[in-house]
């Protein structure tokens, strides 16, 4: 017959003198984190006076942000004043400019109604107006549309009629009724002409 070894398993006892012993050092850890924490957090006078801080600056940034909307409140009138006296006022420097003009007509109208006024010097000062007129129209970007001997072009002709002429070029341009006009390029009056067929 065998015999059987058994082995003599003992339980593993603590005894609660040993649990201490083993909990002790951790617990005397976490007070004495707990301790140093404590003593990182700020006092109440601590947070008090941060809180005024803050509560200053949310002041002061609301302030800069009221000052800012009056700013802008501000800027759209003069702006929207500035734009409504440019539309008022944009022809101001064109009315001068034309008042010269003006001028020249009175003056010729004064020199015709004398009666040592010729045809000639009527003519005359007629003709120096109409060259005021145009110098006047040029500086702002008019110019006179007169196409005589030029090709049809129906982007700023209009043709009033057609002639058949056999000696001329076809689709010309033979005679101007009407000038025309453009400002800046842009089309303000087609010149009206007569077009050879």
């Given at each position: ?88 006022f944009a022809l101001d420097g064109f009315v ?67 002639v058949p002429m056999p000696d001329k070029e ?28």
């Amino acid at each position: 017959m065998t015999k059987k070894k058994t082995q003599n398993k003992k339980p593993v006892e603590t005894s609660v003198e040993e649990e201490k012993k083993t909990d002790a050092p951790v617990e005397a850890v976490d007070i004495e984190a707990a301790i140093k924490n404590a003593s990182k957090m700020p006092a109440s006078d601590d947070l008090e006076s941060q809180l005024a801080q803050a509560q200053q600056s949310a002041k002061d940034n609301w302030d800069k942000v009221l000052r800012a909307q009056a700013e802008m409140e501000n800027l759209k009138r003069r702006n929207a004043k500035d734009l409504e006296n440019a539309h008022k006022f944009a022809l101001d420097g064109f009315v001068k400019a034309l008042l010269e003009v003006k001028d020249s007509l009175t003056m010729g109208l004064k020199t015709a109604n004398e009666e040592t006024a010729t045809i000639e010097s009527i003519l005359e000062g007629l003709e120096m107006t109409d060259k005021v007129f145009l110098a006047t129209f040029e500086k702002f970007g008019v110019e006179a549309l007169n196409p005589t001997g030029e090709v049809f072009n129906p982007e700023f002709h209009e043709a009033v009629t057609m002639v058949p002429m056999p000696d001329k070029e076809s689709n010309s341009v033979l005679e101007v009724v009407q000038v025309g006009f453009t400002l800046n390029g842009r089309l303000v009056r087609p010149a009206m002409v007569v077009v050879v067929q």
